[in-house]
């Protein structure tokens, strides 16, 4: 894909739901935009904990909830001539490791990422972003500051970095609805720290 802007979302609504006033702009603007979402799999549905299973209830009991979220999120974006794209890890909910659960509560959720993830998942995933764009130097490519410390969240800022070191240009955007949490964002900005960024808040209108 030959991108102008590219926003990297962990999941099927972060992008839409934080930047969604940037990217109409843009799209006005008749700018090539992309939101990539990183957790967007299709798991194994027999395979569910019962954390997994608490949070379909809370979704309406949907029988293939992801492929229902990923129509829903083309639908939305393609009205405005965005592309769409889903990789296929699953989200957090459902991911296993060492045969295990790798997040089998909340409070999981919101720990560090699980050691057998932490490097492997941004490494994969700065590959398939490196294959599936035809010129990297030359997007703009908008990620989470991870403010809330969403697992999935700190991925993708994690998958920034890389790129950052990579010489790619990313700008950082406020997390919703975590950014409304005192604090958070301003604990993630990474201006003052090792690796360069200008975190960007972005209008939510």
Known sequence: ???EYVYLSPHLDDAILSCRGLIYQQ????RS???ITLCA???DYSQLSPFAQQYHVAWGGLPDPVTSRRAEDSAVLGKWGVTAHHCDTPESIYRR???EIAYPHVA???AE???QERD???RLWQQELESLLSNPAGATIYAPLAAGNHVDHQLVRALALRLINAGWQVWFYEDFTHAKSQGHCKRRRPGSGPHPGKPEQFPLT
């Open 1 to 3: 894909m030959l991108l």
């Open 27 to 30: 799209r006005l603007a008749r």
């Open 33 to 35: 935009v992309a939101v």
């Open 41 to 43: 799999g299709i798991p």
């Open 97 to 99: 490791a060492d045969d």
């Open 108 to 110: 999981a959720l919101f």
């Open 113 to 115: 990422p699980h050691p």
């Open 120 to 122: 492997n998942l941004p």
